[in-house]
């Protein structure tokens, strides 16, 4: 079957238009290379669900694209880099996730790995400039080290005030509501200023393709939106709305960094400003609030703790809730520095573990061990994660898995599979019982 060459999915055919001579580089602005990537990533997301063989509007599936990557990569990297790629209508979903409607976008496999090429290529050029206080959607960063990045700061207050009376850190948690929606993506929007100033020259090659890619009027809607800001915002469920996430508040992140005697982190929307000196605090929650005011944004959550052993509450000027608890990207921080999961996160690993637990069984039929070892993973994450004696509850613990662990659960694992299989061609019931028990194993050092 020959490679489908439509323009509604993506690729002209007889009609692309000549690369401009001024720049002839132009034709490596995306490796071939980098499009492959892009295909096997969305592989190993959908291989083994309906998604894999599900055909969109143009009548393409991933599993098309999977057999002829090759092909496609050379043919849709040639396409972006000589801007002769056109993007089709994305249609607008809504589904309910976590208790909440969301607005998704669900595009044509070649515009959501031209996305995925935009998103990788970007990341990789801004990362530089993205300062050491942004968590969110890098590589090597991630919510744990946001949490450690906290406790690293309450330990060094801790040694510093050596009397426990004295101890306190005032801290401001706030949550921005809809926020990649409220990101317009017009073209006279902030965030196209915002990419011209951290591309710097690259950003006339990149401004157009990145503007076609969220275009607005590319949007299908079945009916009326109620919030209409998704219409104009990030697209929900491209693979731009982390770049962009990270991009929208990177001044503001430069300026709360700035004061002095002041802790700030953010993760996406989650911004976190703690400090020992109320003055100083003071000061960064009224330009952060200030800025977000200014952008445009609002915020859904914002309270102010007074942070200590005992949970006393500040002075009566004070308008601070005292607390020996910090609430931050599902973990719970105590004042001594000891982490444990929130009730909503326990619920949620619970029920990955059981997915996972299900594609891992019905992935042995294909002899696809690769999900088991990720299961594997899972759960011995969850077993440290979910009991408290574990070394993990401290700062100085180490939550990833242990390679001489591992290799006696996948080995377990393989050993019940086998048995799933001959349960299967028996006809016998079989329940397996992972769960039930944790392996006895020697306490980390």
């Not at 079957?1 to 509604?8: E, L, N, S, T, V």
């Not at 000589?82 to 979903?93: D, H, K, M, P």
Request: net charge positive; glycine share 6%; aromatic share 10%.
């Amino acid at each position: 079957m020959g490679f489908p060459r439509q323009k509604d999915c993506g690729l002209l055919a007889g009609t692309a238009r000549p690369v401009n001579a001024k720049h002839p580089w132009a034709l490596f602005l995306v490796d071939q290379k980098t499009v492959q990537r892009a295909i096997q990533r969305l592989v190993d997301k959908f291989q083994g669900t309906s998604e894999f063989f599900r055909e969109d509007d143009t009548g393409l599936s991933l599993r098309q694209l999977h057999f002829q990557a090759r092909k496609f990569s050379r043919e849709i990297a040639k396409a972006i880099s000589s801007g002769t790629y056109l993007f089709s209508q994305s249609r607008a979903v809504v589904q309910r996730i976590s208790g909440k409607d969301r607005t998704l976008f669900r595009m044509c496999w070649s515009d959501r790995i031209v996305h995925s090429v935009f998103a990788f290529e970007l990341a990789r050029r801004l990362e530089p400039r993205l300062g050491s206080r942004l968590f969110s959607y890098r590589k090597g960063l991630g919510p744990e080290r946001a949490i450690r990045s906290l406790c690293r700061f309450l330990h060094r207050h801790r040694k510093s005030v050596l009397n426990p009376k004295d101890r306190g850190i005032f801290v401001y948690r706030a949550d921005i509501s809809a926020y990649g929606e409220s990101i317009s993506v017009l073209p006279d929007a902030r965030i196209w200023k915002v990419l011209a100033k951290e591309l710097g020259n690259e950003s006339i090659h990149w401004l157009p393709k990145l503007q076609a890619a969220v275009d607005p009027s590319l949007r299908f809607f079945t009916s009326p939106p109620t919030d209409s800001r998704v219409k104009t915002g990030v697209p929900t469920g491209s693979a731009l709305v982390p770049v962009f996430n990270n991009l929208f508040l990177l001044d503001l992140d430069r300026k709360i960094s700035g004061i002095a005697d002041v802790f700030y982190l953010r993760y996406g929307d989650d911004l976190c400003v703690a400090s020992t000196r109320l003055d100083s605090f003071k000061k960064a929650v009224n330009e952060l609030e200030s800025e977000i005011q200014q952008l445009g944004l609002s915020v859904s959550e914002k309270n102010s703790y007074y942070w200590t052993g005992c949970g006393r509450a500040p002075e009566k000027s004070v308008s601070a809730q005292g607390t020996q608890w910090i609430e931050l990207l599902g973990s719970r921080i105590s004042f001594q520095g000891r982490i444990s999961p929130t009730k909503e996160k326990q619920a949620r690993m619970k029920r990955l573990l059981k997915r996972r637990l299900t594609s891992a069984f019905l992935s042995a039929r294909f002899q696809n061990l690769a999900p088991l070892q990720t299961l594997v993973f899972l759960i011995n994450a969850a077993k440290n994660f979910l009991d408290p004696t574990h070394p993990f509850s401290s700062p100085q613990a180490v939550l990833w898995k242990r390679p001489d662990r591992d290799e006696i659960w996948i080995a377990g694992m393989r050993r019940w599979v086998r048995i799933w299989a001959l349960s299967k061609s028996l006809g016998r019931p079989f329940r397996p019982k992972i769960l039930a028990r944790w392996p006895t194993e020697a306490p980390l050092p």
